[in-house]
C-alpha cells in the first residue's frame, strides 16, 4: 500500500476498495503493508507491520514510550515538516475561505516546553496513558516538559511506591520565576520528600505550604496562577502570540476592546498599555480572582473583570466595542456569542484557537459580515498534531 497524505491527526491516508484507511504512524508515499484493526461502515483503520520504503521526512523518535504513549502523535516526523504538516493542516481547513494572508508558523523549542504536567496514579506507579485507554505506562520522565517538573517526577516516583492511595499529580512551573506547584489527589500520609521540591503543595483543595500560588513572566508582566485557573502550557509560544496580539492592536488602532474567556487576565492586561479600555469575561472564579489581583501587581487601572459564561454575560450594551478578542476552549465559541458579535458590528474580531476545526465551524457563522484578514499558525505543542491559530476577521464595508 502507499499513502496518499496526512489526516488533521497525523495518521496516513490512503484508499483501498473505494474504502478510506487510517494507518498510525506511515507518511506520505510510504510503500508499506498494512494489518487492519479496526473496521468501520465508512473507513478502517489499519498499523503497519513492514515498511518497505521509509519517507525522508522519518526520524527515529527520541521518547523512549513514543510507540505507547498517548501524549505524543507526530515525533516520527522531522521537526520543520511537523511545522509543514501544521501550516497544510491550516490551509487545507480553510481551503473554501478567502483568506487575505496566511502568515508563516511560529515555533520555538520542540523539547522542555511544556510548564504543565498532569500525571495518572495507580497503585504504586505514576505515569500516563496509554494511546486511546485508560491504561497507565509509568515513566520515569517526559521529553516534552521543563526538567524542574522531571525532577519533581522523580520523587514523585519513590513516593508513590510507599503512598498507594493517590490517584493524580499536577505539576505547574511559573516561567522565569521557576517556583513550582503541585497539587495532589488521593490520600497521603508523608509528603516531606515532596516538600523539598515544590514551592506549593495542595492536597485535595487544602494547602499544605503557605501560598496557594505560583507567578508567571511574560513579557514585562507578571501573572498569579492558582490551582484552578487556565494558564498557557507554553511561555515561548505565548509571549510570541501575545506579542502579535499586541502589534495588530496597535495597527488597528483599537480602543476599546472585550477580552472573552479571559483566563488570568492574561491578554487583556498585556495589551492593556496600548487601548482606553479592556472588559475580560471568565467562568472560573479563581481565575477571575487572579486576574484582579494580577491587574494589580501589574499597576493596570483601565481592565475590569466581568465573572460568569460569555454566553450569559455578553450582550448588546457593548457598543462602544470596536474589537473582541476571543480565546474560547476547544469547544469554540457559543452560538450566541456569534450572534451577539454579528449584532455589535464590531470592527474586529481577533480570534485565538488551539483547535482550527471549531475556529472554521465559527468563522462559517462570521463569514457574511466579517473578511479574514490573517491566519497565522503557532506551534505551542510541538510533537503533537495540535496546533495554536490566531486569526483577524475585520469587519465588511
Ligand atoms: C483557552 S483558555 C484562555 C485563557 C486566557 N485567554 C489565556 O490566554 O490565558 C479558555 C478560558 O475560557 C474559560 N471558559 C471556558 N468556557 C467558558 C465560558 N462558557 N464562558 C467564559 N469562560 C469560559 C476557561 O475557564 C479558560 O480560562
Known sequence: MKIDK?????????????????????????????????????????VVTKYNNKSDIRVTPKCRYYDICGGCNISHIKDLSQEEFKENKIKELFRNFYVDEYKKIEYNTFYNYRYKIVLHIKKDKIGLYKKSSNDLIEIDKCLLVHNKINDVIKVL???VKRETNLNKATIKLGNITNEVMLI????????????????????NDKKI???????????????????????????????????????????????????LYCGTGTIGIYISLLVDKVIGIE??????????????????????????KVEAKINDTYKDIDTVIVDPPRNGLH????????????????????????????IELLKDNYNINYIKPYDMFPNTYHVECVCLLKRKN
Open 283 to 308: 467562568v472560573v472564579s479563581d481565575a477571575v480572582d487572579d486576574a484582579k489581583y494580577n491587574r494589580k501587581i501589574n499597576n493596570i487601572d483601565n481592565i475590569s473583570f466581568i465573572l460568569g
Open 6 to 46: 496526512l489526516d488533521y491527526y497525523g495518521r496516513g491516508i490512503l484508499k483501498f476498495n473505494n474504502k478510506v484507511i487510517f494507518v498510525e504512524n506511515a507518511l506520505k508515499d510510504e510503500d508499506i503493508e498494512i494489518k487492519i484493526i479496526k473496521e468501520n461502515k465508512k473507513y478502517n483503520e489499519a
Open 184 to 203: 495532589l489527589e488521593g490520600r497521603i500520609n508523608d509528603y516531606s520528600e515532596l516538600l523539598k521540591v515544590v514551592d506549593v503543595l495542595i492536597i
Open 335 to 362: 452560538k450566541n456569542v456569534i450572534e451577539v458579535i454579528n449584532k455589535l458590528k464590531v470592527k474586529n474580531i481577533i480570534y485565538i484557537s488551539c483547535n482550527p476545526i471549531t475556529l472554521v465551524r465559527d
Open 157 to 159: 516516583k519513590e513516593v
Open 209 to 259: 505550604t503557605k501560598k496557594d500560588y505560583i507567578i508567571s513572566k511574560i513579557g514585562n508582566m507578571k501573572y498569579k496562577i492558582s490551582k484552578n485557573s487556565f494558564f498557557q502550557v507554553n511561555p515561548y509560544i505565548t509571549e510570541k502570540i501575545y506579542n502579535d496580539i499586541g502589534k495588530t492592536i496597535k495597527k488597528l488602532n483599537s480602543k476599546n476592546v472585550l477580552d
